[in-house]
């Protein structure tokens, strides 16, 4: 249905030197004024198990305190926790405690300083600390559950712009002791940096494995991250910087937004860990004239942009370039999170294309969000069997090492990449190249016409409706150890991009449209049991298909629709409609068929 339409492929005297003195200890940061003195107390008892490392800690504080302004008083006497003598601090560190370590009135006294303005920093064994305070928890985030091995693995820096996380590329590749939680914190706090379970033995997480963050207790400020067991982490500059970054957040003079991952506009996205086990089908293809010279696509069916585009819905963003990683890319990924879809399935034209050299970008935002990249390779010209499989070397081979390149744990953890219109090639055998190390998928419920490919989806935004050969592929694709991936939408009207269509639309029918996709996918007699879901689309504007936020009051004159009335929600609080009920859709699937 899709190639109806046409496509192109951041003083006192002494402040100069305690400025200096910081940017040395906190390597790959730029040079700062010196922070006011401020005093920092740093506990460290414990009454579990006790780290060697506690020592190394303790001693990188203090030179992180000469270096950057503040004064550390380091203890293990909780008789420090009275109202008075927190009063003379500005942060509190729990490094490396472990087990009930304050008396009633103690703890009393921390949550009190905290929640009056006072800060907090959490260090790996804080989070196994005070099993018997309740509201400890919701101080420090998550309370330890589990450890492997210490071992090397990849973290991905979720917030680069927290002071603790600013010196960090995307990805960082350390030796720890990684834990597992209790509890997913993510709706609760600002993640700032995850593990990639996918590069480590013994992750519990689900793939959603928040290990670094921060959010405001009270009027004070908490910080917490699970590294730290080793002795030689205090010896990294990388780390001491991390806690540099986290004790002055929390002391209140470096600020920072630590409010639950979303933003403005964006509430936390509800608890649940992100399924990977959900695709959302993503368009790079947008342009405007501010970033690459024309308009692309928005003009599509004779239209004139920006008021004016080939849609029948008009962007909350507006008409957008897909370049435009800091604003819309970025807003995007946050919205894909939103609806707890842990997965996009990148439109991509071939090599050396618009989308290519996208990609990154996106990529980069995706990390960002915690969100991976699958591959929707589209039928560009000259697109043959044996093109797909260089094209699927290629992208491994150029994107692979990126942390949000997605790959498929309970599959081998083989990337994924969706065959549009596959149907145009009879002889795929050449994919036998491929599909030992890469999931491949047809798009058809004909099961005749999968040989060579690693399961099936079908795109399709209408007949998701009525599901037409869905239970047979689904049983086709279980039976055979295939993957199976229907597609659900929230409609389909594409009348604005190609003008006099007289072939089939759907209409959304204020979400009844969306919940029937999904209930058919999702029903064993009907849908077949997926593997995954995927969603047709994130960003689809031509179609009309799109969950992305919708303007609730679009240009006059054109006619456009809107989200009013989806879900009995109306005006603004409507845009997002869509967004919140595939995260409902999302809890559904993994409530009814277990998984991520």
Request: aromatic share 12%.
């Amino acid at each position: 249905m899709r190639t109806r339409l046409m496509r192109r492929s951041t003083a006192a005297a002494g402040a100069l030197v305690l400025a200096l003195a910081a940017a040395i200890a906190a390597p790959g940061t730029t040079a700062r004024a010196a922070d006011p003195a401020y005093q920092v107390l740093v506990f460290s008892k414990t009454a579990g198990f006790r780290h060697d490392s506690i020592p190394a800690g303790i001693e990188a504080i203090h030179s992180l305190g000469t270096a950057n302004s503040f004064t550390v008083t380091a203890t293990e006497d909780s008789a420090a926790f009275t109202p008075a003598n927190l009063a003379d601090y500005e942060a509190v560190v729990f490094l490396n405690t472990t087990g009930d370590v304050l008396a009633e009135a103690q703890q009393s006294a921390l949550q009190s300083y905290v929640d009056g303005g006072g800060g907090f920093v959490g260090i790996h064994a804080a989070a196994d600390t005070e099993y018997e305070w309740p509201q400890y928890e919701q101080l420090v985030g998550a309370r330890f559950k589990s450890h492997p091995a210490i071992q090397q693995a990849t973290i991905t820096t979720e917030d680069g712009t927290h002071p603790a996380t600013a010196h960090l590329g995307p990805a960082w590749t350390r030796t720890d002791e990684w834990y597992n939680y209790r509890t997913n914190p993510r709706s609760s706090v600002r993640v700032l940096q995850s593990l990639d379970e996918s590069t480590y033995s013994g992750g519990e997480m689900g793939g959603d494995h928040p290990i670094t963050w921060c959010h405001p207790q009270g009027t004070g400020r908490s910080f917490y991250t699970g590294l730290g067991h080793t002795s030689e982490s205090y010896a990294d500059p990388a780390f001491r910087s991390l806690l540099l970054g986290g004790i002055r957040y929390a002391a209140g003079v470096a600020p920072a937004d630590c409010s639950p991952r979303g933003g403005t506009g964006d509430p936390p996205p509800g608890g649940e860990a992100l399924s990977t086990n959900v695709h959302l089908f993503y368009y790079p293809w947008y342009g405007t004239p501010a970033g690459q010279g024309s308009w692309r696509h928005w003009q599509q069916g004779g239209h004139t942009p920006p008021e004016d585009i080939g849609a029948d819905l008009y962007p909350a963003l507006g008409p957008y370039d897909s370049g435009d990683a800091a604003g819309a890319v970025d807003q995007h990924m946050k919205w894909v999170a939103r609806s707890g879809a842990g997965v996009i399935v990148y439109s991509w034209w071939g090599r050396g294309g618009y989308e290519d050299g996208l990609a990154r970008r996106a990529l980069d935002a995706a990390q960002r969000q915690g969100i991976k990249v699958a591959w929707h390779i589209e039928p560009y010209s000259g697109r043959t069997a044996q093109s797909v499989v260089d094209d699927i070397t290629y992208l491994d081979q150029t994107y692979g090492s990126h942390p949000a390149f997605y790959r498929d744990a309970a599959h081998g953890n083989r990337p994924a990449y969706y065959i549009f219109e596959s149907l145009r090639i009879a002889d795929w055998s050449p994919l036998d190249q491929v599909t030992p190390t890469a999931t491949v998928l047809a798009q058809t419920t004909d099961t005749t016409k999968i040989a060579h490919f690693s399961g099936l989806y079908t795109y399709d935004g209408i007949a998701g409706a009525t599901a037409p050969g869905w239970k047979q592929a689904g049983d086709y694709a279980k039976a055979h150890n295939l993957i199976w991936a229907p597609s659900v939408a929230p409609g389909y009207v594409d009348d604005r991009a190609v003008p006099g269509n007289t072939t089939p639309t759907l209409g959304r029918s204020d979400g009844v449209t969306y919940d029937k996709e999904w209930n058919n996918a999702l029903d064993p007699a009907i849908g077949g049991s997926p593997t995954w879901v995927s969603v047709t689309s994130f960003n689809e504007w031509h179609e009309g298909s799109s969950i992305e936020p919708a303007s609730s009051n679009p240009p006059a004159g054109h006619g456009y629709q809107t989200f009013s009335g989806a879900y009995g929600k109306t005006g603004a609080a409507a845009e997002s409609a869509y967004l919140d009920r595939t995260r409902y859709w999302v809890g559904e699937f993994i409530k009814r068929h277990g998984g991520e």
